[in-house]
Structures are given as structure tokens and as C-alpha cells.
């Protein structure tokens, strides 16, 4: 297999996947304590939602992002699969996925950013050195520590790389926008899983042709944050130089690219320096609260801002040597600047190419999910360690179809115990639609029983 492109001559890596198009429509989802027909369309954007606001047992679908509400008075009655879809037309755009993150020791005195698929609150623990295991067989030259960067220059050379990802959410009835990386010139692209988390419809404007295209979802590691896209009909794109991320050094001069704010147009520069390697953060998604823990970051000082995220971090070669992912910033909510650099969290482009590897070349595993998302039609919430308690169902989904009601906990599908509501979405990870699942459920009044349920195709995981 041959591999991406570490520099302007390198071989192209293989494409074309032949996924349907996702659905404009799915089975909408409502809000717990609320009547499902009268729940407002979700008016937040990331940037408005803070840490504190994102309670773990509030109630969430089954990859654990909690319902949001839905607009305007508008019946919130499900769409898609043969439902009507409400009159209301345009959503509400959030500035997508970055996860918005905050350190450690200054989560409480720094604001969120929403926006580089930054959706992430963290906190992180220091370690001296890089990881730098993987062996990727590669021919790039590492980037000198002593290099001048040129922000212009370099920029001009990487923005014809750079996609903007504009993402509709049909169960919140609203729409955000990321970054991403091409790969290759066929339109494989490389983002966050965050940015593309959520997508009911995806569409990709590239920054080298102007074009603008539709995309699906090749699969995606939702522990690592790493999706991998397909632009439909792309040709002649130019692919992103990859360099390598195991040459970085502390002190090397860097630049963020990316969609910041979501405004879309030309990326907008974020020149910094790496100020660590090897960074373990727990990162929690403003969208969802749900929260995940990351490994073998690069710390960055730049102001990497919402919207930036699953964009490059470039080196002062103009070689991507990671994908901007989370941040801790200096920006307040909504996008307005309270001054100074932030600190940025980038994924070291050899460990997010190796699981673009192994996503195109169609390998699942307990952590890579190739393909279409399956789709139950539940809200669950931990059941103090004996399960995953349904908190609603979605009106004529596949649950309620199947008998499923508020208050049922699921412990096991298809023999496999579930503990949590995180252990029910990574099984559902596993799963695709069309899926028969026999959900072992214990009732209100403490009956266990056996429920058979097929999954359908949801929105991306």
C-alpha cells in the first residue's frame, strides 16, 4: 500500500468507497422533561455552552450527546424515513468542532472556544518527551528548530490543502463548520471525528478550487478523534505535504490553518510554538458533555480559535505535523478576543495518518468504526453502574417500535454486558444499520427481558 505524501513528489494513497450520501433526514430527537412536540430547536452554540453546563446525567442518544431542544415553537415531530420535515428551514450555524479545551490548573479562569471541532474542556498532564513509536516508512526531512517561519509564505503553500466542513445536524435542527486536510488529490480528507459527530449531511468547500462538494464519512476512531472523508466527484485537489511529527521539538516555530469561527473563506493564520510533547488531556465536547481522554498531543502556544478544528498544524516547511484539535485560549465566548495566545492541542499527523490508513484500507476494530452509523432511537444516562438507563425514546424509532420505554435499563446487547452509557455507544460503535440487536433490558419493575431491535442508519458518530 502505498502512502500519503510527505512532500510535493510523494506517491498518492488509494481512494473510493462507494458509500450512499447520508440522508438529510433522520428520526429527531427531543429533550428529557419536555413534550417531544413542543421542544424549541437547540439557539446554543458551542461557544455559549460551558463546562459547567454539560451535566453527565442529563439525558443523551446513544453515543451519549445529551438532546438538544428544538426551534421556534416548530412541532418537533421526526423527519426522514418517510416522516415529514418541519417547515422550519434554516438552522442555526454553529461555529464547529474544535474542542474547546481548558488546562488543568486554568479551567476555571479560561473561557471555552467552541470551534476547531474545539468542543473541548481539558485538563492536562505534562510528560517530557514525545511518544514518536510509530514507524510509518516515510522519506520526509524534519523542519529545523531554527527556522524563521514565514506566515505568508507558508501559508500560501498549505491553503490549497485545506477544506472547509460545513455540517447540517438534523436531530438539533442546526448546522456547524470545521476544518480539514486533504490527503489526496481524489478528495480523501483528513478531520476530527468531533467535527463531523452529529452530521445528518456534510458538505466540503475546497480552498484550492473554490468547488464545493458533497461528503461522506469513510469511518472514523471516535476515541482518537479521527474521521476520514470522501468528497464526491473531486479531482485535481492538491494534497497537504505530511511531515513528521516525531522530528518536532519544543521551541519550533509553528502555524494553525482553519475555517476560525466558522466564517469560511481563505484559513485564517495562527502563528505559535510547540510548547510541550506528549500531552495526555481529557477533553469534553461542549456539544455533548461527554467527555474522552487523549494521549501524545502537541502543546502549541497560538490562538487557535473555533472553527479550526481537523485543520493542519503546519511547521515552518509547510509540512503538516499535526491536526489542530482542542484548545484553552485567550478568546472569550462567542469568538470575541480577551487578549493573549491560548494554548492549542494538535494530533501528531503520524498517528492520525496511521488511523487514516486504517480506515481507507476498510479495517474496523474496537476503536475504528467503518462506515454508516447504526441507529436505535434512544436517550440513556448511567444507571449507577448496572447499565444504561433510557431516559426517552424516539417516536416511532426503532426502540419504541421494539416496546422499549423511558425507564428500561439495556444490560448487555447481544451478549456483551453494558455498564454505562458509554459502554452502550461503544457497542453500538460496532454496529452498523441494518443491524439485528437483541437488547437485554431490565423493566421499571425489575422483569428482565429480551428485546429484539434493528438498528437503522443514524447521523455520524
Same mark, same amino acid.
Given at each position: 500500500m502505498s502512502e500519503y505524501d510527505r512532500g510535493p513528489q510523494g506517491g498518492g494513497y488509494p481512494y473510493g468507497y462507494g458509500q450512499g450520501e447520508y440522508p438529510q433526514g433522520h428520526y429527531g430527537q427531543g429533550y428529557y422533561d419536555q413534550p417531544y412536540d413542543r421542544q424549541p430547536y437547540d439557539q446554543q452554540t458551542y461557544e455559549q455552552q460551558t463546562y459547567e453546563q454539560q451535566t453527565y446525567d442529563q439525558p443523551r442518544d446513544q453515543w451519549g450527546r445529551p438532546y438538544p431542544q428544538q426551534p421556534y415553537g416548530h412541532e418537533g415531530a421526526p423527519h426522514g424515513y418517510g416522516y415529514p420535515?418541519?417547515?422550519?428551514?434554516?438552522p442555526p450555524r454553529?461555529?464547529?468542532p474544535l474542542r474547546a479545551l481548558t488546562v488543568a490548573v486554568v479551567a476555571i479562569a479560561l473561557a471555552v472556544v467552541a470551534g476547531l471541532g474545539i468542543g473541548h474542556l481539558i485538563s492536562a498532564s505534562n510528560s517530557p518527551t514525545a511518544s514518536g513509536n510509530q514507524n510509518f516508512g516515510f522519506s520526509g526531512q524534519p523542519s529545523s528548530a531554527k527556522t524563521v517561519l514565514d506566515v505568508d509564505a507558508v501559508s500560501a503553500k498549505v491553503n490549497p490543502a485545506i477544506v472547509n466542513v460545513n455540517t447540517e445536524l438534523g436531530?438539533?435542527?442546526? $448546522? $456547524? $463548520?470545521?476544518t480539514g486536510i486533504v490527503l489526496t488529490p481524489d478528495g480523501e480528507v483528513l478531520t476530527n471525528n468531533h467535527v463531523v459527530a452529529g452530521a445528518t449531511s456534510i458538505k466540503v468547500t475546497s480552498i484550492g478550487t473554490g468547488k464545493?462538494?458533497?461528503?461522506? /464519512? /469513510?469511518?472514523y476512531d471516535r476515541s482518537e478523534d479521527v474521521a476520514v472523508l470522501q468528497l464526491q466527484g473531486a479531482s485535481g485537489l492538491t494534497a497537504a505535504a505530511i511531515g513528521d511529527s516525531k522530528a518536532v521539538k519544543v521551541g519550533d516555530q509553528i502555524l494553525g490553518l482553519g475555517n476560525a469561527g466558522g466564517r469560511g473563506g481563505d484559513p485564517v493564520a495562527a502563528p505559535g510554538t510547540v510548547t510541550a510533547l506528549d500531552q495526555s488531556i481529557t477533553a469534553s465536547d461542549e456539544s455533548s458533555g461527554s467527555s474522552e481522554q487523549l494521549t501524545g498531543l502537541i &502543546? /502549541? =502556544?497560538a490562538n487557535i480559535e473555533s472553527g479550526d478544528s481537523g485543520g493542519p498544524l503546519v511547521n515552518a516547511d509547510a509540512q503538516v505535523i499535526g491536526v489542530d484539535t482542542a484548545a484553552s485560549t485567550g478568546y472569550q465566548l462567542n469568538g470575541r478576543r480577551s487578549g493573549g495566545a491560548g494554548q492549542g492541542f494538535a494530533i501528531p499527523i503520524d498517528k492520525a495518518v496511521d488511523i487514516a490508513h486504517q480506515i481507507v484500507a476498510g479495517t474496523a476494530s474496537d476503536k475504528v468504526h467503518i462506515g454508516k452509523t447504526a441507529f436505535i432511537g434512544v436517550s440513556v444516562s448511567d444507571s449507577q453502574g448496572q447499565g444504561a438507563q433510557i431516559r426517552q425514546v424516539v417516536p416511532r424509532g426503532p426502540a419504541q417500535q421494539a416496546g422499549l420505554a423511558a425507564g428500561d435499563v439495556v444490560t448487555a446487547i447481544d451478549g456483551k454486558p453494558i455498564d454505562s452509557a458509554t459502554t452502550l455507544t461503544n457497542v453500538m460503535d460496532t454496529h452498523h444499520p441494518g443491524d439485528q440487536l437483541t437488547l437485554t433490558v431490565t423493566g421499571a419493575?425489575? $422483569? &428482565? =427481558?429480551? /428485546?429484539p431491535v434493528k438498528a437503522i442508519e443514524g447521523p455520524v458518530g
Open positions: 420535515q418541519p417547515a422550519y428551514q434554516p454553529k461555529r464547529h436531530l438539533q435542527g442546526a $448546522a $456547524a $463548520a470545521g464545493t462538494y458533497k461528503a461522506q /464519512v /469513510v469511518g &502543546q /502549541v =502556544r419493575a425489575g $422483569a &428482565q =427481558r429480551q /428485546v
